[in-house]
């Protein structure tokens, strides 16, 4: 069990607690005779009733993850990746993975640009800069996504228009992966595309020996920039 759900449980095992002792407080006052005694158990008896309630409060507040904040709904954002398909109950950061992530980005393609396709034709990352939210995030992450696509699908029609992708657009490509420090993926990429089609086995075989490391690098990114995916 994770820290924060320990101190969760810890919290309404606290407040039961106390509400337990408000009842036995409150039942011994009324059963004594000595009136001095009686008063000391009702007070005790509330004090344990305020105490019960700022506990059951707190557990209310860590249970729905409640907290004031800039966005003034009282709430916190929801996350593209951490509330995926848009639960309310997040899942925990260290829980993130790339599977998430890929299915994730899957609808954030279709919703952006209509479909996988469109990613190599419609020269998607000179477009609409709101699409890709807070800070460009999704910018880089969609280059990677293109990558890691092109790796799995293994297709030749994919593979033709990543060749006949124009400059301009690779060079969009490029500059998102050297962005996160990937100089010389976005290095090799442009040797093989310059080479051309004749070379399409070597290009497949690179990102076949590198695509656990797109992989990585798409969650490390997601990780790192994760407050700029909230919704």
């Not at 001095?36 to 008896?45: F, G, H, Q």
């Not at 993975?97 to 034709?121: C, R, Y």
């Not at 998607?124 to 699908?153: H, I, N, P, T």
Request: glycine share 4%; with cysteine; charged share 20%.
């Amino acid at each position: 069990m994770k820290t924060d759900k320990i101190l969760n449980v810890l919290l309404w095992s606290v407040s039961g607690v106390s509400l337990v002792l408000v009842v036995l407080c409150a039942s011994f006052s009324f059963k004594t005779t000595t009136p001095l005694t009686k008063v000391i158990l009702l007070l005790v008896s509330i004090l344990f009733l305020i105490l019960a309630a700022l506990i059951a409060y707190l557990a209310y507040m860590d249970t729905f993850k409640v907290t004031p904040s800039k966005y003034g709904s009282g709430k916190k954002p929801l996350n593209y990746f951490l509330n995926a398909d848009g639960k309310r109950n997040a899942i925990a950061l260290d829980d993130l993975t790339f599977e998430i992530i890929d299915k994730q980005m899957n609808h954030f393609i279709i919703d952006a640009f209509g479909s996988p396709v469109a990613l190599w034709k419609n020269s998607v990352f000179s477009g609409e800069q709101e699409v890709f939210g807070k800070d460009g995030a999704f910018k880089v992450l969609l280059a990677y996504k293109m990558l890691s696509d092109l790796q799995v699908q293994r297709s030749k029609k994919v593979w033709k228009m990543f060749f006949e992708l124009p400059d301009v657009d690779f060079s969009d490509l490029q500059e998102c992966l050297v962005k996160n420090g990937d100089d010389e993926l976005a290095k090799t990429l442009n040797m093989y595309r310059l080479t051309g089609e004749s070379c399409v086995g070597e290009a497949a075989a690179f990102l076949d020996e590198n695509a656990s490391y797109i992989q990585r690098r798409m969650l490390n990114y997601v990780t790192r920039k994760i407050n700029s995916f909230d919704m």
